[in-house]
């Protein structure tokens, strides 16, 4: 244990030599076994400023989206975003989903699974390392444990010390902390589903129905334990997505790669052998990509399941290299298909090592990819968007956009209306004194308007007939009116009587014509007019 | 086997058991199932003591809480009366135009009236209130007593026939068969009855029978033959029958006719519901006289 805690650096020039021990590389890790605790090193460069500007924006929607009013108008709510389960409704900015328009929401599933294949085959894992739920905000709780305990060397101090007021201390306004944020996550996520400013109100004066409660209370605990305990734990093992992933990446697709080609033989005195003239490739064995690694792993051990290709370690390797005045790029997102170019390039060759075929790195020669001024040759690849240019990018690209698109014609063109009319069947029919005969219908007209509307309700293609609202004791001809609240689906029974000498068939097919009053919208619906066969027959 | 048998790649004990050569290592539980299995047993204990746990002969322990699943509903049920306890008082107090002009308020007593009739009407009128030969259809527009709301409200309120009801609807046709009426005068009657809304009949027979009918008959049934709700006479004039309309069957009614009775639910259901079951009925199709008027 204490052979990777402990941290005894040393210098060498101005490069601070780290000791740290990739707990999670593949021969360090043995089945059953407690976990060993990784205590990611802070970095600063490119890909950690992106990150935390991913972080910003993505806790912004998450934390913000609740809070934004839209105005609907009376008669629905004025939250932009608001999945009202107790109506049944799902509101978002301009648009508002009923239960039989679910539809989009697959639809919405099925673009973030294209989705998700378009940008793994492209630029690899990046919803892990940048956007995934659980990246950033166990990103967030490292923030808040590097402010109370330091960074990773006070941090590994700390775990060692015996326990003290100051460690108490620190260790509790930690756990505080992370329990707050676990609380405001939580929180927001209820406000998704009913008034967020009511619902505030009522979380806090104790009001609140005991769901609210009960799942703010699950999800601060899921995202205290997840976040602040588990961390990469939940990736590597709980966690679906990277084997799903690793599965749709190619030789194309851009991963977080060690370039061993530049990068080997590994040499802590490089300075030393160079002047001895001895040839060493660019790794100089800092382990500083190793220190900042939240998952624990060494990068230049190859592409490792672990990996979330948060990129933290090609800033630290980066910064190494500007100190070390060699260009960037040791480690750098890179594809496969160039990497195993420029593998050739250095004179390593693929061997065969326990039934797998790999690169043979003592092979690899730093002088077939420096020319004798020390700069890079050119024939080098460096990778480029354009590798991104494939049949493959562009059918997912493809595919997404014509979802997309098509879904969003949808939306815009869907009726605002919905009629259903189902005949009575008990009685098909009613024989009147007077030998008429009278069927009953249930007409359900939805108003998906968030305002009330009024309908016109027509037969049409019926020849002859009357028709009345259940509850009304005459025939109003053959149409009548309905008014409807806003956003509601509403039923209504009438009757339409037919006279004995007008009725020709045991069944004849109609249309009722729903119209908006003052208004462009209308809809059909079919139905059927049922009589007895000897009324018929009569003829 | 007293020493315990240490396995030589792992450095764990063994069970001792052993399976064609290969034995059974004695690992400890994880912890986290250890701890969760423990939670379980303290949870059983608090559950035991808590609620009504171990069956006994008759029944089972009460524990502390006292709660069982008949005693939950009987709240649950107690609750959901108490609520419905208000809506009815106001239906029962309020006339049927009032009821009407409470939108809320007649939705939930056409379909209060709705499941009443599916537990005390279908047995007779049937589920789709069709009605059967002696049982009135609910859903057309022949009523013997009357069709507005008022009328059907006294119909179910005090019943048809019924012994127990001094306020009942009652009529009697007199049995024409057993000596007041021949049988060639019958026949006659019969046909002439069927001549009134144009069914199968002979004319020669009808003419006969016209005068019979104004002597016998008309005093309920009227001249026209177009009865008289007052007194509670069908029309027999008209396409629907409640007996047959067939000439056996009009002859038979005529000869020893039947007489059918319903029960008097005014005391059975109470004022909220007859009115409930009221708005139902009139609202099949057949009511008659707008509420308004």
Known sequence: MSNNLKASNFLHGELEHLDVEPVNSKENRALYEARKKIHPKRVKGTFRKFKWLVMLITLGIYYLTPWLRWNRGEFAPDQAVLVDLANRRFYFFFIEVWPQEFFYIAGLLIMAGIGLFLVTSTVGRAWCGYT?????????????????????????????????????????????????????????????????????????????????????????????IFGGLMREQVCTYMCPWPRIQGAMLDEHSLIVTYNDWRGEGRSRHRKKMLSQGETVGDCVDCNACVAVCPMGIDIRDGEQLECITCALC????????????????????????????????????????????????????????????????????????????????????????????????????????????????????????????????????????????????????????????????????????????????????????????????EKRDFTLVVSEVGGKEHAFEKAQFHAPKESVLEK | MSEKEIDEVTGVA????????????????????????????????????????????????????????????????AKVKEGKAAIEEKIATLDFFDIRKDENLMRYSVAGGQSLYKVFCTQCHGTGAQGAPGFPNLNDDDWIW????????????????????????????????????????????????????NSDHEVKLAQNGQEIFIENCAACHGDDGLGGRDLGAPNLADSLWLYGGSLPEISSQIAQPKHGVMPAWGERLGEAKIKQLSLYIHGLGGGERDLED
Request: hydrophobic share 40%; charged share 20%.
């Open chain 2, 146 to 197: 009357g069709g507005d709301i008022e009328s059907i409200y006294t119909t179910i309120k005090h019943g048809v026939r019924n012994d127990e009801d001094d306020e009942t609807r009652f009529s009697e046709m007199p049995n024409f068969g057993s000596g007041i009426l021949g049988n060639a005068d019958i026949e006659a009657v019969t046909h002439y009855v069927a001549s009134l809304s």
């Open chain 1, 314 to 505: 090609i800033d630290a390797c980066n910064n190494v290299m500007d100190k070390l005045g060699l260009e960037r790029g040791l480690i750098s997102y890179s594809t496969l298909n160039d990497y195993n170019q420029n593998m050739m390039l250095s004179g390593s060759a693929i061997i065969e090592k326990e039934g797998d075929k790999v690169w043979d790195k003592s092979k690899i020669n730093p002088k077939n990819i420096r020319s004798q001024a020390g700069r890079l040759v050119d024939n080098i690849k460096h990778t480029r968007f354009s590798s991104f240019m494939r049949p493959r990018t562009f059918i997912y690209g493809f595919v997404y956009l014509a979802i997309g698109f098509s879904m969003l014609t949808i939306l815009v063109l869907r009726d605002r209306l919905d009629v259903r009319a189902q005949n009575d069947r008990n009685p098909l029919f009613v024989k009147l004194s007077n030998g008429a005969i009278r069927n009953g219908y249930e007409l359900k007209i939805s108003n998906m308007k968030t305002e009330p509307r009024r309908f016109h309700v027509a037969i049409e293609d019926l020849g002859m007939a009357s028709v009345k609202l259940a509850g009304e004791t005459s025939n109003r001809g053959r149409s009548f009116f309905v008014n409807v609240n806003a956003n509601e689906a509403k039923t209504f029974n009438f009757f339409i009587t037919k006279h004995r000498d007008l009725i020709f068939d």
């Open chain 2, 14 to 77: 063994t069970t001792g058991h052993e399976w064609d050569g290969i034995k059974e290592l004695d690992n400890p539980m994880p912890r986290w199932w250890l701890y969760t299995f423990y939670a379980t047993i303290i949870f059983g204990i608090g559950y035991l003591i808590y609620y009504p746990a171990v069956p006994l002969t008759e029944n089972a322990t009460p524990g502390l809480s006292g709660q069982t699943n008949r005693g939950d509903l009987k709240i649950e049920l």
């Open chain 1, 132 to 224: 995934c739920p659980q990246t950033v905000w166990v990103d967030l709780y490292l923030v808040v444990e590097r402010f109370f305990e330091g960074d990773r060397n006070q941090r590994i101090k700390l775990d060692d010390a015996p326990l003290s007021l100051s460690k108490i201390a620190k260790r509790g306004m930690k756990h505080t902390v992370w329990l707050f944020i676990g609380l405001a996550t939580g929180g927001a996520w209820i406000f998704y589903f009913a008034d967020a400013p009511t619902l505030f109100f009522e979380v806090i004066t104790g009001q609140a129905h005991y769901v609210a409660y009960a799942t703010l209370g699950i999800l601060t605990a899921t995202t205290y």
